[in-house]
C-alpha cells in the first residue's frame, strides 16, 4: 500500500503555497536585485536547505518535541524574530550606502553568507516546523508500514517545487531590475522596502501568540 495519498493535489498545494508571498521570496528577492540571478539562486537554495533541516526532524518525529514544548517554541521563536529585525534592519541600512564596484566585487565572495542566512531564516522559524508537521501527514496514508519514507518524499517534493519557483523568481526579478536605467536607485529601494517588510515580519512573529 502506497504512503502517498493525492500527490497531485500535494503539488498544486505545494506549488500555490510556494508562490504566496512572504519572508522566503522576498529575501530571494531582495539579494537577486541587489546582487544578480546568481545571488538568487544560492539564497534560493539556503532557504531549501532550511527546508530540507525541518523535514528531516519531522522524518525523525523531532518536530512534536518542538509543538509539545512550549519553552523550546517560545525560545525558537523569539530568536528567529530577532534575527529577522536583524536582516531587516542590515538591509534598510545598506540602502543608505552608495554602491561602487569595489563593493560589487567585494559581493561575490559573500555567497556564503547569503546561503547560511537563508538557511537560518527557515531554521529559526518555528512556524515552518508546525507547517511541516500539520501540512505533509494530510497526504499520508494512515494505514501504510512506510510513513517516514512518505514524508520525507513529500518533503523532498516540496524543496524542490520551493526551489524552482524561487529560482524563476531570481531570474525574473534579476532581469526586470537591469532594465531600469537608475538601477542602484532601484536596488535601494528594494533594500529599504523588504528590509522594513523583514523588520514588520520579525515584529509579527514575536507578537503572535
Known sequence: MSAITDIYLFILAGLLLNITPGVDLLYVLNKSIAKGFK????????ISTGCLFHVVLVVLGLSALLEASPTAFLVVKYIGALYLLYLGITMFLSS????????????????????????????????????????????????????????????????????????????????????FTYKDSFTKYIKKVVGTLFIGFGIKLALDV
Not at 545571488?39 to 539556503?46: E, H, P, R
Not at 563593493?103 to 531554521?123: H, T, V
Request: include cysteine.
Open 96 to 179: 543608505k550606502k552608495n554602491t561602487n564596484k569595489k563593493e560589487e566585487d567585494k559581493s561575490k565572495a559573500q555567497y556564503k553568507k547569503i546561503y547560511y542566512s537563508g538557511i537560518l531564516i527557515n531554521i529559526l522559524n518555528p512556524k515552518v516546523a508546525l507547517f511541516f508537521i500539520t501540512f505533509l501527514p494530510q497526504f499520508i496514508n494512515v494505514d501504510s508500514s512506510e510513513k517516514s519514507m512518505g514524508l520525507l518524499i513529500l518533503g523532498l517534493i516540496f524543496i524542490a517545487v520551493a526551489t524552482i519557483v524561487s529560482s524563476i523568481i531570481a531570474y525574473v526579478s534579476c532581469n526586470i531590475s537591469s532594465k
Open 39 to 46: 545571488a538568487g539562486i544560492v539564497a534560493s537554495l539556503g
